[in-house]
C-alpha cells in the first residue's frame, strides 16, 4: 500500500473503503479479518466512528501499513472540523509569557478581565502600544542577575511609580536633605526609630514607597525622578527583613538622590554580575556602606579583632559609633563574607516601616 498526503481531508473511512475496492475486500470479509464487528467497520467506512489506537493497529497489520497512519488521517480529519481560531489565544499566551500578569491581578495592580481586557490594562500599565514593544522608563535600581531588566521588575518599579505620584510632598530640596543625614543616622540605634524615615524623607520632598516584590523578581530598591525631572522617588522591597539590609539599602537610594542619578539613563547594579554595573553604583554602595559603619571605623575593628571577633567587642564598637549592633553585623558580614557571625543581634523591622511608609503588600493596603 502506497501511503499518501492527501491535498484535501477526507474522512478515513474513504481510505478505508478504497484499499478493500483495491483487494476486492467486502466489508464483511475485512471485518473477519481483523476479528471485529462487520458494524464497526461500515461505521468507520460512513464516517460514524473514529479509528482508535486498537483499530489502527488492526488496519496496519491487515494492509501492512503503520498503525500511526492511520492515526495521522484520523487526527486530521477531526482537526479539520473544528472551526480556525482568531489570534486571541495566542495573545493571550504572549502576553503571560511576558508578564506576570497573574500576579499583578492579584494584587489590585491591574483589574480582573477577558483577554482584550487584559491586553488592554497591561499596556496600559506598562504604558506601551503593544505586547512586544520595549518597555522605557529612566530609573536607578539594585538587582540581580539579568543585564536587561525583566517584566517583573519593570512591573514593580512602575507599581512603585503609581503610588508614588499620588503622594504630595513639598518642592525637593537637595540641601535639605543633606541636612537631615545626621538626624537619619541619629534613628540607626534602635529599630523602633525606622518609623521616622519616612516623615523625614517627606519633610525633603523625597516620596518614600514600600512594595512588596514579585517572586522571582531579584530586586531591592529603586531611585527615579517623576515631575519632569524635579521630584526623587524612592521604593524599596524590604526583600531582606534586616535593621542591616534596610539601612544599607535606603541609604543606597539616598545617595542616588543627591547625585541626581536616573535621570537621563538607567542605572543598574548586578550584584551577581558586577561587571556589568554603572560607576555611580559603586558610588552609592560606598556611601551606603560609609553611612552604616564609617568604613575606616569599620576597617580598623576587623584588623584588630580578626579572625575572632567577639560579641562583648562586636556591642562595644556598636556602643561607640552609635550604630545598632545589627548594622555593624551587616557590614562585618559584608566585609569577611562570614555571614553566619551575630545573626542574632540582627531584628527584623519590616513590620515597623510598614506602619508609617506608603507600603503595597506585607498585609497593608496601598
Not at 506601551?128 to 538587582?143: C, G, L, T, V
Not at 523578581?217 to 526623587?232: A, D, L, R, T
Request: net charge neutral.
Amino acid at each position: 500500500m502506497t501511503i499518501r498526503a492527501p491535498a484535501e481531508v477526507f474522512p478515513p473511512g474513504e481510505f478505508l473503503a478504497d484499499e478493500l475496492e483495491a483487494r476486492g475486500w467486502t466489508q464483511t470479509e475485512f471485518a473477519e479479518i481483523i476479528g471485529r464487528p462487520q458494524k464497526l467497520v461500515n461505521d468507520i467506512i460512513n464516517a460514524k466512528r473514529g479509528i482508535t489506537p486498537e483499530t489502527a493497529a488492526d488496519f496496519a497489520a491487515a494492509f501492512g501499513t503503520s498503525a500511526q497512519f492511520w492515526m495521522n488521517l484520523e487526527t486530521a480529519w477531526q482537526l479539520s472540523k473544528v472551526p480556525a481560531r482568531d489570534d486571541s489565544i495566542a495573545r493571550s499566551a504572549k502576553l503571560r509569557e511576558r508578564f506576570p500578569v497573574r500576579e499583578m491581578v492579584k494584587r489590585g495592580w491591574i483589574p480582573a478581565g477577558g483577554p482584550v481586557e487584559l491586553e488592554r490594562s497591561v499596556l496600559t500599565f506598562f504604558d506601551i502600544p503593544s505586547i512586544d514593544a520595549p518597555i522605557e522608563f529612566r530609573h536607578a535600581a539594585r538587582r540581580n542577575y539579568q543585564k536587561e531588566v525583566s517584566a517583573h521588575q519593570w512591573a514593580w518599579i512602575l507599581r512603585v511609580n503609581q503610588l508614588a505620584t499620588a503622594l504630595k510632598t513639598p518642592p525637593f530640596s537637595g540641601s535639605a536633605l543633606r541636612a537631615k543625614i545626621p538626624e537619619l543616622e541619629r534613628l540607626m540605634v534602635e529599630p523602633e526609630e525606622i518609623r521616622h524615615v519616612p516623615r523625614i524623607l517627606m519633610e525633603c520632598g523625597v516620596r518614600f514607597v514600600i512594595v512588596e516584590p514579585i517572586p522571582g523578581s531579584e530586586i531591592q530598591g529603586v531611585c527615579f525622578w517623576i515631575n519632569e525631572n524635579k521630584s526623587p522617588v524612592v521604593g524599596l522591597t524590604l526583600k531582606g527583613d534586616q535593621i542591616d539590609k534596610f539601612w544599607f539599602d535606603l541609604w543606597h537610594e539616598i545617595e542616588h538622590v543627591l547625585n541626581g542619578d536616573g535621570k537621563d539613563h538607567p542605572i543598574i547594579e548586578y550584584e551577581t554580575a558586577s561587571e556589568f554595573g554603572d560607576e555611580s553604583e559603586d558610588v552609592a554602595n560606598r556611601s551606603a556602606a560609609n553611612h552604616c559603619v564609617p568604613l575606616s571605623a569599620m576597617k580598623d575593628f576587623i584588623l584588630r579583632h580578626t579572625p575572632m571577633f567577639s560579641e562583648k567587642s562586636l556591642l562595644g564598637f556598636a556602643r561607640i559609633i552609635k550604630r545598632h549592633p545589627g548594622i555593624v553585623a551587616g557590614q562585618l558580614q559584608r566585609q569577611t563574607k562570614r555571614w553566619d557571625l551575630f545573626k542574632k543581634h540582627q531584628p527584623r523591622i519590616r513590620h515597623i516601616i510598614t506602619q508609617t511608609a506608603l507600603t503595597d503588600g506585607y498585609g497593608a493596603s496601598s
